[in-house]
């Protein structure tokens, strides 16, 4: 059985009971929410090792690192080391989007190290399996993509990327309004270059009910996925974008008739204005589902700082009701990431997610916010190290440019704060 079936036989699991304890919330409550369609925990049994995080309404904004080889470069070793850097930088999940190497095997050892939920996109195994054994990505088979979801599921994959909604219809509005970048979903381009070609439906879409089974076997939350998201300003909030959208919010009622926890993926590269719109049309049409967004990225020009502008849209998504936030890296647009780019990228959106869930009123926000005020106006700097959302980069930044005093060497001896406290505030005397 799934969450979503245990929480409508009233049911408060392991796995909720770790999500009330870590979000500070009542047991029922998360419950309530899971029953509802609001929250999803996703928890394959498989992952032996799992520390359950809850997305969704109510719940703090939580934070995914993709990782995985590539064609260019394929070295496991790296990518456990990206798994830890990303867990330890405050990430709440990862995806391995593996296209190079022995992507099984990479796969099973990341959900073996990973304390947190693991996630995929089923669709590169199997493209990646059809040009290997039948010459090309359009001679993928229905079997080749469900064998795929059902071994990564069996693997203990706790969601996955799935584009159902690139369909036919979909891809007519695509035709009808071209874009300037076109596709840049990996997953929807390969999907809809595979329907092109065998002038078929797309079988995620046209056997939903078979993915639905393997997701029900499993307990694994499906992250219906945006294949024709954005992906540059320009194209922000098209006729395709939404129509793809429309058909996620009509495949949500289903998953959720069937059992099944689902969560919605969204753009992608937005101009800041119309983010709000954005977050509110997903939930409109999506009927409340959790939405997780890929940034968004607010401006095009920014190669090599697109962890900034993913972490400003990021912000305001999540404020205006974005639930979990796909970090972008520095290296973003560029090349595969590195160690240091997964956790600039992690500690990026972190800093997002907590500006926002201190306008949502999430339980604590303002708390450590406070905490962290009174420690700097006591010059007490242990304790802001231990409240910094990146304690080693504190240390580092303290220790190279040192000071003899008790201040930091920004101003050294003429420290506002240390003048006001013996001269304003304990004296009354005015200086």
Request: glycine letters at 10%; one cysteine or more.
């Amino acid at each position: 059985m799934t969450q979503l079936d245990k929480a409508r036989q009233q049911a408060v699991t392991a796995e909720m009971k770790a999500v009330a304890a870590r979000e500070g919330v009542s047991e029922q409550f998360i419950r309530q929410q899971v029953e509802a369609g609001l929250v999803v925990i996703p928890a394959n049994a498989n992952h032996r090792n799992l520390e359950p995080r809850g997305i969704g309404a109510g719940l703090s904004t939580k934070v995914n690192a993709n990782i995985g080889t590539s064609s260019d470069i394929s070295n496991i070793s790296d990518e456990i080391e990206k798994v830890k850097a990303a867990v330890k930088a405050g990430a709440d999940a990862v995806m391995d989007l593996s296209t190079g190497g022995d992507i099984s095997a990479t796969r099973r050892l990341i959900i073996k190290e990973c304390p947190v939920p693991v996630g995929t996109v089923p669709v590169y195994q199997a493209a990646i399996k059809a040009i290997k054994t039948r010459g090309g990505i359009v001679k993928m088979t229905a079997e080749d993509l469900f064998e795929a979801i059902e071994e990564q599921a069996a693997d203990g994959v706790d969601f996955i990327t799935v584009h159902c909604g690139v369909t036919r219809k979909v891809l007519e509005a695509l035709e009808k309004n071209p874009r300037v970048a076109g596709i840049v979903s990996r997953g929807g381009s390969f999907l809809a270059g595979w329907i092109k070609h065998n002038n078929a439906e797309n079988p995620l879409y046209e056997q939903y009910g078979c993915l639905l089974e393997i997701a029900r076997k499993y307990d694994v939350t499906l992250s219906l996925g945006d294949g024709l998201r954005p992906g540059c300003i320009a194209d922000a909030t098209d006729s395709s974008q939404v129509a793809e959208l429309m058909v996620l919010g009509e495949l949500v009622i289903e998953a959720r008739r069937q059992g099944v926890q689902v969560m919605v993926e969204g753009p992608g590269h937005l101009p800041m204005d119309q983010i709000e719109t954005n977050m509110k049309l997903e939930k409109e049409l999506c009927h409340g589902a959790p939405f997780y967004v890929l940034g968004p990225l607010v401006t095009d020009i920014a190669a090599g700082y697109d962890h900034i502008t993913g972490a400003i849209g990021g912000a305001m998504a999540a404020m205006a009701g974005a639930d979990f936030l796909c970090y972008v890296t520095p290296a973003e647009h560029l090349g595969l990431p590195d160690v240091n780019d997964v956790k600039n990228g992690v500690i990026a959106s972190c800093i997002a997610a907590h500006a926002a869930d201190i306008v949502k009123g999430v339980k604590g926000a303002k708390l450590r916010d406070f905490r962290m005020s009174e420690a700097r106006k006591k010059l007490d700097w242990e304790t802001q190290r231990k409240l910094a959302i990146d304690p080693e980069r504190f240390e580092q930044v303290r220790k190279k440019a040192a000071t003899e005093g008790d201040a930091c060497s920004m101003c050294g001896d003429f420290c506002a704060m240390k003048i006001a406290s013996e001269y304003v505030e304990k004296s009354g005397k005015c200086f």
